[in-house]
Nanobody, 122 residues
Framework: QVRLVESGGGLVQAGGSLRLSCTASGRTFSFYAMGWFRQAPGKEREYVAAITLSVGRLHYIDSVKGRFTISRDNGMNSVYLQMNDLKPEDTAVYYC???????????????WGQGTQVTVSS
């Protein structure tokens, strides 16, 4: 059984920073990539960033490029999302997810964490 646990969310003022962490346990050897998604109230879940676990290829949506950095620690089965220069529009529940074959589409991800709230005040 696979389990993903996120941490690091919270309330921050615009321009501030947060670092999200996600640790996976269980049957993780089949993972191809891990990613971060977010969902704001009344909106669909949105892909944010992903990293492939073998070669560390990075991928971001345009709105977070230059502000967010995704990284991994394979030894710890963990992935991180460093978020700088946060904006009110970044407010959402952030989810960690793992995929065995995809990268940026939610339907490609078969394993999800419970989510962590990020709130950015103006």
């Amino acid at each position: 059984q696979v389990r993903l646990v996120e941490s690091g969310g919270g309330l921050v003022q615009a321009g501030g920073s947060l670092r999200l962490s996600c640790t996976a346990s269980g049957r993780t050897f089949s993972f191809y990539a891990m990613g971060w998604f977010r969902q704001a109230p009344g909106k669909e879940r949105e892909y944010v960033a992903a990293i492939t676990l073998s070669v560390g290829r990075l991928h971001y949506i345009d709105s977070v490029k230059g502000r967010f950095t995704i990284s991994r620690d394979n030894g710890m089965n963990s992935v991180y999302l460093q978020m700088n220069d946060l904006k009110p529009e970044d407010t959402a529940v952030y989810y960690c997810a793992a995929t065995e074959y995809g990268l940026e589409y939610p339907n490609d991800y078969g394993f999800w964490g419970q989510g962590t709230q990020v709130t950015v005040s103006s």
